[in-house]
């Protein structure tokens, strides 16, 4: 099994066989496969490593994409801060609806991150300059391409990275939201929460072994 296939296994199984299944991988295997997690993903299971093996990880891992880890792993479990994703689409307001749709086009972005692009001033990696709004997919459809992001952007509901998983699970249905940026205290976007990050947490860690309602096989 390849690196992406195996990332791609791990992070549809629960947390225990995670654990199990990446048991007696070399070091160098082990930081191949994490490189293909998404970082939500691999925070949620270098949680659950003995504290020496996850320094180790930690050490072997690109700089910059161990530096994002931290960050991650120093939120408290349970909350915004440790259920977001900084790999999120964050471009400038200067930025036009034709360069946007041709970000979300991209092979490699997930189609809930492609689905909307997040508006901040630079830097445009999390922790962003000033968080100035999000434009979804649909609205770049229909706006012509020589429009720029800043005269388009919608100011949705942030949340804070210490809101508990419950209440933004709460604020995701009650505003009908794809995803929702998490935002500091100076208004720098931090990253973002989609819906199925939400239900991950929120259902059954089994369900995925359990028959869907109304659903035949």
Known sequence: MDDERLADVLEELPEDEQLRLIEGL??????????????????????????????????????????????????????????????????????????????????????????QVFVAHAPHYPPTGTYLGVVHFQRLLRESPNLTLGQCVDMEPTISPTMVERDVAVRLASYNLLAVAVCDDNNHLLGAITVDDVLDRTLPANWRRNPTPGVMS
């Open 26 to 115: 070399d070091m160098e295997r082990l930081t191949n496969v994490f490189e293909e997690m998404e970082f939500d993903d691999l925070a949620d299971l270098l949680v659950q490593m003995p504290g020496e093996q996850r320094s180790r990880v930690l050490e072997a891992m690109d700089d910059d994409d161990a530096e994002t880890m931290r960050q991650l792993l120093s939120h408290a479990e349970g909350t915004a801060g440790a259920l977001m994703s900084p790999d999120v689409i964050v471009m400038s307001p200067d930025a036009t609806v034709a360069d946007a749709l041709a970000r979300i086009r991209e092979p490699d972005i997930l189609v809930s991150i492609a689905a």
